[in-house]
């Protein structure tokens, strides 16, 4: 387990390094896996229509309700991979 977490932190400080910049879906995507994999399900309300990219934000997160935290850990390291 603390190997899947130790693979999990490096690929969040490789994400910081990237060669280019990923899109906006791919980045949500690698926000929401990263919240879920280190904080579990979502919580809280949806932020309000004039905030955006937090509305945008946390509907990805809202996406991912139900997956485990390893299983989003796993998709995480598997997207960070495919980037570099």
Do not use: C, H
Request: charged content about 25%; cysteine-free; proline content about 4%.
């Amino acid at each position: 387990m603390s190997d899947l977490i130790t693979q999990f932190e490096e690929a969040a400080a490789n994400a910081q390094n990237l060669k280019k910049k990923p899109d906006n879906d791919t980045l949500l995507k690698l926000y929401s896996l990263y919240k879920q994999g280190s904080k579990g399900d979502i919580a809280g309300s949806r932020p309000g229509f004039t905030n955006p990219v937090g509305r945008a934000k946390f509907d990805a997160w809202a996406k991912l309700k139900g997956t485990s935290k390893n299983d989003a850990m796993k998709s995480y390291i598997d997207l960070i991979g495919s980037l570099q």
